[in-house]
């Protein structure tokens, strides 16, 4: 990351730093401060038939801080910055309203899709995020709302996001390659430029005593918790109508739908997924001379499984998919691999006492390649170390 690029990302956050703490201070303006912390270090080997993907490394996954600045009883002011990896980032700042069954946020938040996207990093039963996680809008500055009912059963979430597309997975649309499954970003130090709106909802049913925080459970009294949620998002199209420039192609627009079901019951844990996204992306033909809109119709599938063996020792397991064009078979991955299967177990060796979590994750993933190419085939060992405060 270039030094303007990193001024950009970490001065609104250390000024809105500045106006929680000095906010806090001031009598005038009654202003609570809590703060929390995330910190993950990782070991990571990956052999594979592709030399491009072989990795051998230490490194620091991730240093989360949280500050949440109580205003009153309603208002709340949610800033997180995050480090590692090289690039520093800020994850989330908005503004929240709470007030009876009602929530508003107003700022750079999560867009609703899926289930496991909204708990946290701590509480996940395998090192890496499930393959729904790469579809998924992820967090874009916009407002939005939920309302609870039912005894806080039932909860129905909706809003207006601005995002951009990201310029690196458009990289190698010129080959029919997208180069990064995340195909939305944002910059909120800048204004829009993409001028794409993006709309989000979600229904979500949750039993008594569930909470998404909490992760995996252990439960050896035998209580059912479980929850079921329906997302779906869907933006306009993206820049213009008449499309890019001669040689040029660009994504267009995109949405998106997805099922999550997660279900506890005494030591075991059972989360599944699946979602299916729509991308509408402008295609350039040099032969023809012209351009084409071209929809490709991408699916994921997720299941994955905890058992507690102990308080302190669980036992993971996850089979995931990801099919890059189930439409047409015209887009490829970054490889150019029509699909992704991964396969991965796991062991978690939990020290609550020191908030600390310890995990290692065997993963094998098969990336499909087009008729009379091999597939490109990779083996994984995934160590981390995180630890909460």
Known sequence: MDLIAMKRKILPALIIASVIFVSGGNS???????????????????SSSSDEQTVNELFIRRLKLTFLGQIDKNFKLVLEPEFGQGEPDIKDVYLMYQGGSFEILAGNHRVPFGGEIFVDDKKLMLIERSIMSRIAPDRNVGISGSWKTYGGQLIFQGGLWNSNFNENAETNLISDYLDD??????????????????????????????????????????KKRMMFGLSHYMT???????????GVTGLKSSNGAGADFFFALKNYNLALEIGNRTIDWWQYSFSLKEKRTVTSIQTAIAAQFLYFYSPEWAFTARVESLEYDSGNSILKGKYGNDSDMTTTGGVNYYLKKQNMKLQ???????????????????????????VGF
């Open 28 to 46: 005038t303006f009654a202003l609570s401060l809590e703060s929390k912390g995330l910190f993950q270090f990782q070991y990571e080997n990956t």
């Open 181 to 222: 499954d995340k195909i939305f970003t944002t910059d909120f130090a800048e204004r829009d430029s993409d001028k794409l709106m993006l709309i989000g909802t979600r229904f979500e049913y949750i039993s008594k005593g569930y909470t998404k925080s909490t992760g995996p459970y252990y439960d050896t009294k035998g």
């Open 236 to 246: 306009a199209s993206s820049p213009t109508e008449d499309g890019p420039l001669e």
């Open 360 to 386: 290692l994750n065997l993963i094998n993933k098969e990336q499909k390649m087009p008729f009379g190419k091999d597939a490109i085939k990779s083996s994984t060992v995934l160590l981390q170390t995180t």
